[in-house]
């Protein structure tokens, strides 16, 4: 919460435009193979303790570069813009904790019956020598 009075529970995740998600489940940290629907054709996701039951929301190759994260009470907000980044993660310690994690990820979590050749895993990027790579990330607090 960002004000004295606000919960965990006020807050949402804004999507610019409508938005449908599913997100890959984990197992022990890992990727398990397995996906879940969460969001059709929706612009918001309210913040609950629940949606963390499973361990982090973690998506692929989704279609939006901006998340804000408001108060449904205050209208206090934490945007993120995140150019580049094919892979997110959301998570939180679980219920009680007083804060929630926006990662933009250019790698993700191994998978439970994947290789474990670095270079087999999925998201690594290869760069040839002296090559580069950049990709932009900016919190906007309002």
């Known amino acids: 919460p960002l004000l004295p009075g606000e919960s965990f529970e006020d807050y949402v995740f804004d999507f610019d435009h409508p938005v449908t998600l599913e ?18 054709e929706q612009t918001e996701l309210p913040l609950t303790y629940d949606l963390f039951v499973q361990d982090a929301l973690v998506f692929k190759h989704f279609d939006f570069t901006n998340l804000t994260l408001r108060s449904r009470r205050s209208g206090r ?41 670095l270079a087999d895993k999925e998201g690594i990027l290869t760069l040839a020598p002296a090559g580069q790579f950049i990709s932009s990330y900016s919190i906007t607090i309002a």
């Open 23 to 40: 997100r890959h489940l984990l197992q022990g940290g890992l990727l398990a193979g397995r996906t879940e629907p969460l969001l059709h």
């Open 77 to 117: 907000s934490v945007r993120m813009r995140f150019d580049g980044f094919p892979y997110l993660g959301l998570w939180t310690k679980g219920p009680g904790a007083q804060f929630v994690c926006i990662e933009p990820w250019q790698g993700i979590a191994s998978a439970v019956s994947g290789s474990e050749e």
